[in-house]
């Protein structure tokens, strides 16, 4: 169902405007590069939600240098895709989760104030009903990473303790 998706998306694309490179991002997990959303955090909750209805549960966290950074203005938007469309954003050191159904998924990092390229990231990975996932940035600072932001799968026992850390996100879509 993911693949027929997939293949009617890019199959309309030419008929939405888009253009090769926005249908690149989409097929890379991103959504709609005009899309932005406005970020609030919480630093006293931290729900972890549950993976019910036969889906799998995903979180996702800013854990880049910036987002480590004592002193920050305005803070670094980052906004999370899952197959296309974007699932929602995190604001410094934050975190959220949605739900997926089993099966291959490309989930996309992208921060929302930078041109893509080194500012994005995506991979693949496959769920299944009832599992639980974490994934992280990591920073195009660090020179482990070859200069570009990467999305990092999560140890489930770090992932808890980035839920304890971290602060809770949630965001309005702007655009």
């Known amino acids: 169902m993911i693949r027929t998706l997939a293949l009617m998306l890019v199959m309309a694309a030419p008929l939405t405007g888009q253009n090769d490179a926005e249908r690149a991002r989409m097929a890379a997990g991103c959504g709609a590069d005009a899309v932005h959303f406005d970020v609030k955090t919480d630093k006293k909750q931290h729900p972890t939600g549950t993976a019910e209805g036969g889906k799998a549960l995903v979180f996702v966290f800013a854990d880049t240098a910036a987002d480590n950074a004592h002193a920050a203005i305005g803070g670094w938007v980052t906004r999370f895709g899952v197959d296309g469309s974007w699932a929602g954003a995190t604001n410094l050191k934050s975190y959220f989760f949605f739900l ?55 140890n489930p026992a770090e992932g808890n303790l980035l839920v304890a850390s971290s602060a809770y996100s949630t965001f309005d879509q702007t655009k």
């Open 100 to 154: 997926v159904e089993p099966g291959e998924h490309r989930l996309c990092a992208s921060m929302q104030s930078k041109p893509s390229g080194a500012y994005s990231a995506a991979m693949t990975f496959s769920a299944t009903a009832g599992g639980v996932y974490y994934f992280s940035t990591k920073d195009p600072n660090d020179p482990n990473s070859g200069h570009r932001l990467r999305l990092v799968p999560v």
